[in-house]
């Protein structure tokens, strides 16, 4: 080979556009399909790989940018990634970041906004040593919420049915609760005002029973007032 024809192929190998082909997760290489060339198993650029690091294995069949040193392909590294018409993109929109997944998951934050949304995800969980803080004025629950520890309410409370309810702690829907374990008690301390219906303590209506056997001037006494 000429030094000329030499020299044409080294450029045209510093730089290619081609096709992931394969991918070896463990190793954390892949082979790329440009035109009619496949390279050997070359590691792809992630955004960090020291003390902080990133993993976001590309996918085969996503177009990639192949730059190989001094022209030679198998000491090459691999860019992904390029939109292409088999993965276009995601957003067409200028203000919003997007990341979209294979099972339909999509995590975007609009900064024009001021949105951040995590949709079509199945779990989600966040496990601290030390302490969690949701900081926001109004935070809406849709399903049922489940409390594994002690449950510390520092201001009023309201329980909400179909009904409107108005006071500091009040209830519409109804409220069920057991004891702990060998029969754990409940203790409220300070006054509990209700209205608008019985109360009742092991079978008996505290508003509306009487007390038989207590005479006062010779009759029993009367349901409480």
Request: net charge negative.
């Amino acid at each position: 080979m000429n030094q000329t024809a030499e020299h044409s192929r080294i450029l045209e190998s510093l730089i290619r556009i081609g096709t992931v082909a394969e991918v070896d997760h463990t190793s954390a290489l892949c082979r790329v399909q440009s035109g009619e060339l496949l390279t050997d198993w070359l590691p792809w650029l992630t955004a960090r790989a020291g003390n902080v690091r990133v993993w976001s294995p590309p996918s085969i069949g996503e177009q990639v940018v192949l730059f190989s040193q001094s022209g030679e392909v198998g000491a090459g590294v691999v860019l992904p990634g390029l939109f292409s018409d088999a993965m276009p993109a995601p957003s067409q929109s200028a203000d919003l970041c997007c990341t979209a997944y294979p099972d339909g998951a999509v995590m975007t934050y609009n900064y024009a906004s001021g949105a951040l949304s995590a949709t079509g995800i199945k779990t989600a969980q966040i496990q601290a040593t030390d302490h969690v803080t949701v900081d926001c004025p109004e935070t809406t629950t849709t399903g049922n919420l489940t409390v594994g520890g002690d449950l510390v309410i520092k201001g009023d409370s309201t329980f909400k049915g179909k009904a409107d309810v108005l006071g500091a702690f009040s209830y519409a829907a109804g409220m069920r609760g057991t004891g702990g374990e060998g029969g754990g008690a409940t203790t409220i301390t300070g006054p509990i005002t209700q209205s608008g219906g019985a109360i009742t303590s092991n079978g008996v209506a505290l508003d509306s029973h009487t007390h038989g056997g207590v005479e006062h001037g010779g009759s029993n006494t009367g349901g409480p007032t």
